[in-house]
């Protein structure tokens, strides 16, 4: 018998001073069974990073040719590819074909650099890919945050992020590797 995934509820509140986009949402999230706490907030947090109207999650772990999360027009074609984690230079590239845009954000203890090293000549070929790295410390607190019903603050500005609830808060700086 497979397992079912894990039904959560996000309201954000989110301020990006940086793109000028203020409002509040309200999301219903599907945690994969194999997903851990530290991957579905690194994922959420991409989410607002990237927040339109039109962005919305995909099927993600359980569907190997979807991003985390992405934007599509009324053709069906794919504006915005929002991904997570060290993908392979092949998903790169059928990223980077699939989408007009692409933004990686990239997180993990002692494997980031590691990766980019050996994917920057790969990611470098692509003019429509933006990376970003996470650092480890942020994104291992925001499981902090984590809850089957949530409330985050999300206030970003100058480049850095504020993630809260009414216990916690983290202080996230995103590194542009490209």
């Known amino acids: 018998m497979a397992l079912k995934s894990t039904i959560l509820k996000a309201h954000l509140n989110i301020s990006d001073m940086d793109r000028h986009v203020y409002t509040d949402k309200s999301l219903t999230i599907a945690q994969h069974p194999s997903e851990n706490e530290q991957r579905l907030m690194v994922r959420l947090l991409a989410y607002i990073l990237q927040y339109n109207e039109e962005l919305t999650f995909t099927k ?44 990686l954000y990239t997180y993990g203890e002692n494997t980031q650099e590691i990766w980019w090293k050996k994917n920057q000549s790969a990611a470098n070929q692509y003019g429509n890919l933006s990376v970003f790295s996470l650092p480890y410390s942020a994104t291992s607190q925001m499981t902090e945050l984590f809850a089957r019903s949530m409330d985050l603050t999300a206030t970003i500005q100058d480049g850095e992020i504020w993630l809260s609830n009414s216990e916690h808060s983290v202080q996230i700086t995103p590194q542009q590797l490209k």
């Open 60 to 103: 993600g772990l359980c569907v190997d040719d979807e991003p985390a999360a992405w934007q599509k027009n009324l053709t069906d074609d794919v504006e915005l590819w929002v991904d997570i984690g060290l993908p392979d230079e092949k998903r790169l590239k059928k990223a980077a074909v699939r989408a007009k845009q692409v933004v």
